[in-house]
Protein backbone atom coordinates (compact mmCIF):
# COMPACT_ATOMS: atom_id res chain seq x y z
CA UNK A 1 0.00 0.00 0.00
CA UNK A 2 0.96 3.81 -0.07
CA UNK A 3 3.85 4.42 2.13
CA UNK A 4 4.18 7.72 4.01
CA UNK A 5 7.64 8.61 5.50
CA UNK A 6 8.41 11.07 7.88
CA UNK A 7 11.39 12.13 9.19
CA UNK A 8 12.50 12.72 11.91
CA UNK A 9 11.84 10.81 14.24
CA UNK A 10 12.77 12.99 17.43
CA UNK A 11 13.72 16.37 17.52
CA UNK A 12 14.96 18.12 20.71
CA UNK A 13 15.48 21.70 19.86
CA UNK A 14 16.16 25.07 22.42
CA UNK A 15 13.39 27.29 22.96
CA UNK A 16 13.88 29.71 19.69
CA UNK A 17 15.51 27.56 17.54
CA UNK A 18 13.48 26.24 14.07
CA UNK A 19 12.37 22.59 13.63
CA UNK A 20 11.05 21.07 10.35
CA UNK A 21 9.72 18.04 9.72
CA UNK A 22 9.58 16.07 6.59
CA UNK A 23 7.10 13.86 4.64
CA UNK A 24 7.47 11.64 1.57
CA UNK A 25 5.39 9.41 -0.05
CA UNK A 26 5.98 6.85 -2.47
CA UNK A 27 3.03 7.52 -4.73
CA UNK A 28 1.69 10.94 -5.78
CA UNK A 29 -0.92 12.64 -3.20
CA UNK A 30 -4.26 14.40 -3.97
CA UNK A 31 -3.99 16.05 -0.68
CA UNK A 32 -1.62 15.92 2.72
CA UNK A 33 -2.63 17.47 6.04
CA UNK A 34 -0.92 17.94 8.85
CA UNK A 35 -1.77 17.18 12.58
CA UNK A 36 -0.48 18.13 16.07
CA UNK A 37 -0.63 15.53 18.83
CA UNK A 38 -0.24 16.67 22.33
CA UNK A 39 1.25 13.97 25.23
CA UNK A 40 -1.69 12.35 25.94
CA UNK A 41 -3.87 13.80 23.67
CA UNK A 42 -5.70 13.78 20.52
CA UNK A 43 -4.57 14.61 17.14
CA UNK A 44 -5.75 18.28 16.06
CA UNK A 45 -5.91 19.01 12.30
CA UNK A 46 -3.90 21.87 11.43
CA UNK A 47 -3.87 21.96 7.89
CA UNK A 48 -4.93 20.33 4.26
CA UNK A 49 -2.70 21.39 1.25
CA UNK A 50 -4.07 20.05 -2.11
CA UNK A 51 -2.50 22.28 -5.03
CA UNK A 52 1.03 21.36 -6.62
CA UNK A 53 3.98 23.72 -4.73
CA UNK A 54 1.35 25.07 -2.40
CA UNK A 55 2.86 27.37 0.55
CA UNK A 56 0.55 28.14 3.54
CA UNK A 57 1.62 30.11 6.79
CA UNK A 58 -0.56 29.81 9.99
CA UNK A 59 1.97 32.41 12.07
CA UNK A 60 5.41 30.73 13.12
CA UNK A 61 4.40 27.55 11.08
CA UNK A 62 4.80 27.17 7.11
CA UNK A 63 3.72 23.96 5.34
CA UNK A 64 4.87 23.38 2.03
CA UNK A 65 3.60 20.75 -0.73
CA UNK A 66 5.92 19.43 -3.18
CA UNK A 67 5.62 20.37 -6.82
CA UNK A 68 5.49 16.44 -7.95
CA UNK A 69 2.70 16.13 -4.78
CA UNK A 70 5.07 13.47 -3.23
CA UNK A 71 6.44 15.12 -0.20
CA UNK A 72 5.75 17.68 2.11
CA UNK A 73 7.08 20.05 4.95
CA UNK A 74 6.65 22.31 8.59
CA UNK A 75 8.90 24.28 9.64
CA UNK A 76 8.20 26.03 12.55
CA UNK A 77 10.21 29.34 13.42
CA UNK A 78 11.70 29.97 16.79
CA UNK A 79 9.70 27.12 18.68
CA UNK A 80 8.44 27.89 21.81
CA UNK A 81 7.57 25.01 24.54
CA UNK A 82 3.85 25.07 23.46
CA UNK A 83 4.92 23.53 20.36
CA UNK A 84 5.78 20.10 22.21
CA UNK A 85 4.10 17.33 20.77
CA UNK A 86 4.57 14.79 17.95
CA UNK A 87 3.46 16.39 14.36
CA UNK A 88 2.31 13.93 11.87
CA UNK A 89 1.67 14.24 8.00
CA UNK A 90 -1.22 11.85 6.62
CA UNK A 91 -1.83 11.71 2.75
CA UNK A 92 -4.70 10.30 0.56
CA UNK A 93 -4.67 9.42 -3.29
CA UNK A 94 -6.31 9.82 -6.05
CA UNK A 95 -7.39 6.05 -5.93
CA UNK A 96 -9.27 6.35 -2.77
CA UNK A 97 -10.92 7.93 0.41
CA UNK A 98 -8.02 6.01 2.68
CA UNK A 99 -5.52 8.35 4.99
CA UNK A 100 -2.40 7.33 5.19
CA UNK A 101 -0.39 8.74 8.56
CA UNK A 102 3.51 9.12 8.66
CA UNK A 103 4.82 8.02 12.13
CA UNK A 104 5.37 11.47 13.35
CA UNK A 105 8.24 13.61 14.46
CA UNK A 106 8.16 14.10 18.44
CA UNK A 107 9.40 17.29 19.25
CA UNK A 108 11.10 18.41 22.27
CA UNK A 109 11.64 21.99 23.29
CA UNK A 110 13.33 22.92 26.44
CA UNK A 111 13.44 26.41 27.57
CA UNK B 1 -20.26 22.28 19.98
CA UNK B 2 -18.94 20.58 17.39
CA UNK B 3 -17.25 16.89 18.95
CA UNK B 4 -16.80 13.13 17.92
CA UNK B 5 -17.18 11.30 21.15
CA UNK B 6 -15.75 7.27 21.67
CA UNK B 7 -16.77 4.93 24.41
CA UNK B 8 -15.80 3.37 26.89
CA UNK B 9 -12.33 5.56 27.38
CA UNK B 10 -10.87 2.84 28.68
CA UNK B 11 -11.42 -0.86 28.90
CA UNK B 12 -9.31 -4.13 29.86
CA UNK B 13 -10.53 -7.05 28.91
CA UNK B 14 -9.66 -11.36 27.54
CA UNK B 15 -8.85 -12.55 24.83
CA UNK B 16 -11.70 -13.90 23.27
CA UNK B 17 -14.26 -11.72 24.43
CA UNK B 18 -16.30 -9.76 22.30
CA UNK B 19 -16.36 -5.71 22.49
CA UNK B 20 -17.79 -2.55 20.82
CA UNK B 21 -16.39 0.79 20.97
CA UNK B 22 -18.75 2.96 19.93
CA UNK B 23 -18.42 6.36 18.12
CA UNK B 24 -20.59 9.04 17.43
CA UNK B 25 -20.51 12.57 15.78
CA UNK B 26 -22.66 15.60 15.71
CA UNK B 27 -21.60 17.65 12.48
CA UNK B 28 -22.97 15.81 10.11
CA UNK B 29 -19.92 14.06 8.71
CA UNK B 30 -20.02 11.49 5.84
CA UNK B 31 -16.35 10.39 6.19
CA UNK B 32 -16.00 8.15 9.13
CA UNK B 33 -12.49 6.48 10.42
CA UNK B 34 -10.95 4.43 12.89
CA UNK B 35 -7.19 4.39 13.74
CA UNK B 36 -4.72 2.96 16.09
CA UNK B 37 -1.83 4.09 17.68
CA UNK B 38 1.18 2.21 18.98
CA UNK B 39 4.36 3.48 20.23
CA UNK B 40 6.68 3.42 17.29
CA UNK B 41 4.31 2.70 14.24
CA UNK B 42 1.92 6.30 14.47
CA UNK B 43 -1.03 6.13 13.37
CA UNK B 44 -2.52 3.01 11.26
CA UNK B 45 -6.37 3.37 9.32
CA UNK B 46 -8.71 0.36 10.75
CA UNK B 47 -11.91 0.81 8.38
CA UNK B 48 -13.55 4.19 6.86
CA UNK B 49 -16.77 5.08 5.80
CA UNK B 50 -17.98 7.13 2.71
CA UNK B 51 -21.32 7.37 4.34
CA UNK B 52 -24.53 5.04 5.69
CA UNK B 53 -23.61 1.64 4.76
CA UNK B 54 -20.91 2.51 2.72
CA UNK B 55 -17.41 1.53 4.49
CA UNK B 56 -13.88 0.20 3.06
CA UNK B 57 -10.73 -1.42 5.02
CA UNK B 58 -7.69 0.49 6.00
CA UNK B 59 -4.14 -0.75 6.22
CA UNK B 60 -4.92 -2.71 9.16
CA UNK B 61 -8.47 -4.34 9.10
CA UNK B 62 -7.69 -7.63 10.09
CA UNK B 63 -9.80 -8.85 13.64
CA UNK B 64 -12.05 -6.00 13.37
CA UNK B 65 -15.29 -4.91 11.91
CA UNK B 66 -17.47 -1.68 11.74
CA UNK B 67 -20.97 -0.66 10.25
CA UNK B 68 -22.82 2.27 9.52
CA UNK B 69 -26.35 2.10 9.81
CA UNK B 70 -26.51 5.93 10.96
CA UNK B 71 -24.65 8.78 9.40
CA UNK B 72 -23.66 9.75 13.16
CA UNK B 73 -22.40 6.43 14.59
CA UNK B 74 -19.36 4.20 13.66
CA UNK B 75 -18.84 1.82 16.03
CA UNK B 76 -16.05 -0.88 16.01
CA UNK B 77 -16.37 -4.18 16.86
CA UNK B 78 -13.74 -6.73 17.89
CA UNK B 79 -15.75 -10.07 17.20
CA UNK B 80 -12.65 -12.29 18.88
CA UNK B 81 -10.04 -9.61 20.86
CA UNK B 82 -6.25 -10.84 21.14
CA UNK B 83 -3.58 -8.68 23.14
CA UNK B 84 -2.04 -7.61 19.75
CA UNK B 85 -4.79 -5.83 19.94
CA UNK B 86 -3.95 -3.56 22.75
CA UNK B 87 -3.70 -0.55 21.56
CA UNK B 88 -5.03 3.49 21.62
CA UNK B 89 -7.56 3.42 19.13
CA UNK B 90 -9.16 7.05 17.87
CA UNK B 91 -12.27 7.80 16.13
CA UNK B 92 -12.03 10.44 13.70
CA UNK B 93 -14.95 12.25 10.91
CA UNK B 94 -14.59 14.79 8.55
CA UNK B 95 -16.56 16.42 5.57
CA UNK B 96 -15.66 14.72 2.19
CA UNK B 97 -15.83 17.65 -1.18
CA UNK B 98 -15.57 15.46 -4.27
CA UNK B 99 -13.24 12.95 -4.29
CA UNK B 100 -11.44 15.03 -1.21
CA UNK B 101 -11.28 14.74 2.19
CA UNK B 102 -11.92 18.99 2.80
CA UNK B 103 -10.86 20.22 5.77
CA UNK B 104 -10.73 19.33 9.55
CA UNK B 105 -10.40 16.23 10.48
CA UNK B 106 -12.26 15.63 14.05
CA UNK B 107 -10.56 13.24 16.56
CA UNK B 108 -12.23 11.55 19.37
CA UNK B 109 -10.52 11.37 22.49
CA UNK B 110 -9.58 8.09 22.18
CA UNK B 111 -10.14 4.84 23.70
CA UNK B 112 -7.04 2.62 25.66
CA UNK B 113 -7.73 -0.65 25.24
CA UNK B 114 -5.88 -3.93 26.97
CA UNK B 115 -6.78 -7.45 26.12
CA UNK B 116 -5.08 -9.73 28.55
Known amino acids: GQQVMQIPQYQHVQEGEDFTTYCNSSTTLSNIQWYKQRPGGHPVFLIQ?????EVKKQKRLTFQFGEAKKNSSLHITATQTTDVGTYFC???????????FGKGTSLLVTP | EAQVTQNPRYLITVTGKKLTVTCSQN?????MSWYRQDPGLGLRQIYYSMNVEVTDKGDVPEGYKVSRKEKRNFPLILESPSPNQTSLYFC???????????????FGPGTRLTVL
Open chain 1, 49 to 53: LVKSG
Open chain 1, 90 to 100: AGTTNSGYALN
Open chain 2, 27 to 31: MNHEY
Open chain 2, 92 to 106: ASSLVGGRVITDTQY
